[in-house]
């Protein structure tokens, strides 16, 4: 399997900008996470699905960013309008309910600068 | 605030040498795992112990867990600069579904 895919890899931006971050997650895997890292906050769960369904979006930070899964394949992280403290790197990652406890497979990140 | 809190924050040792670190969390768990960081790279899952285990073995890793004082360790034996990189535990709620809550991590620098 290819893993967790993200894309872009790194993006930089215009503060007020749109930011579109995209995920597959391993065929199979029932969970996604959208997580973000920065060096204050550590990694923060930002919203996770199970079965395409949001279960959890407390950890968004504010109206400006959504998060869609419209299959079991694909989701979008959106952030508008950015904003030069939204800059860190955007984890995607995926797990199977019913696997080894609740393993989890991240991808390898989206850098994001806003500038 | 992170469930789990990492200790040492940065850890320095010479090639061969075990390394140590610690992880202290605040509520029930069903599961801690840790996870590893290269820089400039996703995290990567190394090992999982339940909350009814008390030490799990994996190659040059061994990991104990005491629920009583809420707090796991995480020993790399035999240490090689090719395990420098970021530690992270991650724990597993109890009633918290398939989400997993990160620590702050431990920078391992592993030197010739």
């Known amino acids: 399997d290819a893993g967790v895919i993200q894309s872009p890899r790194h993006e930089v931006t215009e503060m007020g900008q749109e930011v579109t971050l995209r995920c597959k997650p391993i065929s199979g895997h029932d969970y996604l996470f959208w997580y973000r890292q920065t060096m204050m906050r550590g990694l923060e769960l930002l919203i996770y699905?199970?079965?395409?369904?949001?279960?959890?979006d407390s950890g968004m930070p504010e109206d400006r960013f959504s998060a869609k899964m419209p299959n079991a394949s694909f989701s979008t992280l959106k952030i508008q309008p950015s904003e030069p403290r939204d800059s860190a790197v955007y984890f995607c990652a995926s797990s199977f309910m019913g696997g080894e406890g609740n393993t989890i497979y991240f991808g390898e990140g989206s850098w994001l600068t806003v500038v | 605030s992170q469930q789990g809190e990492e200790d040492p924050q940065a850890l320095s040792i010479q090639e061969g040498e075990n390394a140590t670190m610690n992880c202290s969390y605040k509520t029930s768990i069903n599961n801690l795992q840790w996870y590893r960081q290269n820089s400039g790279r996703g995290l990567v899952h190394l090992i999982l112990i339940r909350s009814n285990e008390r030490e799990k073995h994996s190659g040059r890793l061994r990991v104990t867990l005491d629920t009583s004082k809420k707090s796991s360790s995480l020993l790399i034996t035999a240490s090689r600069a090719a395990d420098t990189a970021s530690y992270f535990c991650?724990?597993?709620?109890?009633?918290?579904?398939?989400?997993?809550?990160f620590g702050t991590g431990t920078q391992l620098k592993v030197e010739l």
């Open positions: 699905f199970n079965n395409n369904v949001p279960i959890d």
């Open positions: 991650a724990t597993g709620l109890t009633g918290g579904g398939n989400k997993l809550t």
